[in-house]
């Protein structure tokens, strides 16, 4: 006579199944953001690509070269692409639930495969926009460099950490009060200009230096430039400052989303 016994789950399944509603729910973004539009992938280049053209021509006329090398484009691209990656993290972490919200409702899919499906998927699309833009710029340019690979891809995963960490900070308080959620887009925009998107922090008055110092954006910005800059150091960086500013809000954010995940799918 059989007991009622449950089959045992294989240890590996619960793995499995986190792998295979991830990958589901990256190729839905995939389809969702940038299947439908014309061009599709082409407008994830195309669209820093032109600020970053726009800013060299406006700089160009402004000054007569770069605060480091000859390019200006370059001097640009290597202040955008940071900033981009953390935008691009910010933005994608703080709207993983909202975005996802029908798809939760499914005992198979959780909150953090949601949140880590549109984590990967920016993180990835944002990465391969970079490089391609990285090396356009070095071949159109013809700028000769030598390249600091581990510290370029520092720079690219502190600014995706950190713009992770601020996003998912953001989602229980986006999802609760709309409010802040235009509050906050008023009050980032600056952020490109203190960031040192558009100068180097040492140009800058030692009062404001002072300021800017306490932004986590401006030492990611200069480790990417010690990446492409030989005879640029920074030896004012701090990567466990920058650590401490991401991680802190990530978990933050991950209890809150914890506590309250199943109160935001009914809002």
Not at 25 to 45: C, D, H, N, Q
Not at 131 to 155: E, H, K, Y
Not at 227 to 232: C, N, Q, V
Request: with cysteine.
């Amino acid at each position: 006579m059989s007991g009622g016994r449950a089959v045992p789950q294989r240890p590996g399944a619960p793995r499995f199944r986190a792998f295979r509603a991830i990958s589901a729910l990256m190729l839905r973004e995939m389809a969702t953001r940038y299947g439908r539009s014309p061009g599709g992938y082409i407008w994830a280049v195309l669209d820093p690509l032109g600020t970053i053209l726009l800013l060299s021509l406006a700089m160009s006329f402004l000054i007569q070269s770069p605060p480091l090398g000859v390019s200006f484009v370059l001097f640009k691209a290597t202040g955008m692409m940071p900033f981009a990656i953390y935008g691009s993290l910010s933005g994608a972490a703080s709207s993983a639930i909202s975005f996802s919200r029908p798809l939760l409702r499914y005992p198979g899919v959780t909150w953090m495969d949601a949140l880590l499906a549109r984590v990967l998927m920016n993180f990835l699309t944002t990465v391969l926009v970079a490089v391609l833009i990285f090396a356009g710029v070095l071949l159109w340019s013809d700028t000769r460099t030598l390249l600091d690979f581990p510290l370029i891809l520092l720079a690219m995963a502190l600014a995706a950490l950190f713009g992770t960490g601020v996003g998912v900070c953001n989602i229980v308080f986006f999802m609760r009060y709309p409010a802040w959620e235009h509050t906050w887009a008023i009050l980032n925009r600056p952020m490109l200009l203190a960031s040192g998107v558009l100068f180097l922090f040492e140009s800058m008055p030692r009062a404001v230096q002072e300021i800017l110092w306490y932004n986590p954006l401006v030492h990611i910005i200069a480790l990417m430039r010690e990446g492409f800059y030989p005879m640029y150091h920074a030896s004012w960086v701090s990567v466990p400052f920058v650590l401490v500013t991401a991680l802190l809000p990530l978990a933050a954010g991950l209890l809150l989303v914890r506590h309250h995940h199943v109160d935001l799918l009914n809002l």
